[in-house]
């Protein structure tokens, strides 16, 4: 038990649906972020919140679309996907504000096979 | 371009020792981690290296020498258990996080 829930832990869904993968954090942590893990890749960084600011979105398509509306809550909206969006999808926190200056609290992720 | 290299897979007997070495090329250095993932689980926290030298924590050590980019986790006494993936992970000098692929750690009886 990390402190970090995930929600589903695994879901199937075809190109044209739309779903959401919730984050929670019981931590009180500052910053929370999305990765998206594929097999024997590194983890890619998706997006990041700190204090419910988006900080970062690394080149993400818009077919992602995040929302953080609070501190302990995150969210990833999908739409539109494609079958190269299987992956697990990790949800991470950390206490500072300050982005990458003390560990990351992962998730279990939730899988995800876009048929 | 920034890069972390690392072992794909490695294996192991149980009760032996395993070195997984992680070398890096980045735009500067902040400091790295090094995670454990099991299958189906979430990565967790091992160690944090900012300085050169050992760090040590029961079975597991860190190792970094940054003028060589280059850090090792040592695993000691090896267990079933210690069946995962090891990610090894660099802050660069804009405090981005840059990982490596993983090593898959296979544990044999």
């Known amino acids: 038990e990390t402190g970090v829930t995930q929600t589903p832990r695994h879901l199937v869904m075809g190109m044209t649906n739309k779903k959401s993968l919730k984050c929670e954090q019981h931590l009180g942590h500052n910053a929370m972020y999305w990765y998206k893990q594929s097999a024997k890749k590194p983890l890619e960084l998706m997006f990041v919140?700190?204090?419910?600011?988006?900080?970062e979105n690394n080149s993400v398509p818009s077919r992602f679309s995040p929302e953080c509306p609070n501190s302990s809550h995150l969210f990833l909206h999908l739409h539109t996907l494609q079958p190269e969006d299987s992956a697990l999808y990790l949800c991470?926190?950390?206490?500072?504000?300050?982005?990458?200056?003390?560990?990351?609290?992962f998730g279990e992720g939730s899988r995800l096979t876009v048929l | 371009g920034q890069n972390i290299d690392q072992p794909t897979e490695m294996t192991a007997t149980e009760g032996a020792i395993v070195q997984i070495n992680c070398t890096y090329q980045?735009?500067?250095?902040?400091?790295l981690f090094w995670y454990q993932q099991h299958a189906g689980e979430a990565p967790t926290f091992l160690s944090y290296n900012v300085l050169d030298g050992l760090e040590e924590k029961g079975r597991f050590s860190s190792f970094l020498s940054r003028s060589k980019g280059y850090s090792y986790l040592l695993l000691k006494e090896l267990q079933m258990k210690d069946s995962a993936s090891y990610l090894c992970?660099?802050?660069?000098?804009?405090?981005?996080?840059?990982w490596g692929a993983g090593t898959k750690l296979i544990i044999k009886p």
């Open positions: 980045t735009s500067g250095f902040n400091g």
């Open positions: 919140y700190s204090l419910e600011e988006r900080v």
């Open positions: 991470a926190s950390s206490q500072g504000a300050d982005l990458n200056t003390g560990e990351l609290f």
């Open positions: 992970a660099v802050i660069d000098s804009n405090y981005q996080l840059i």
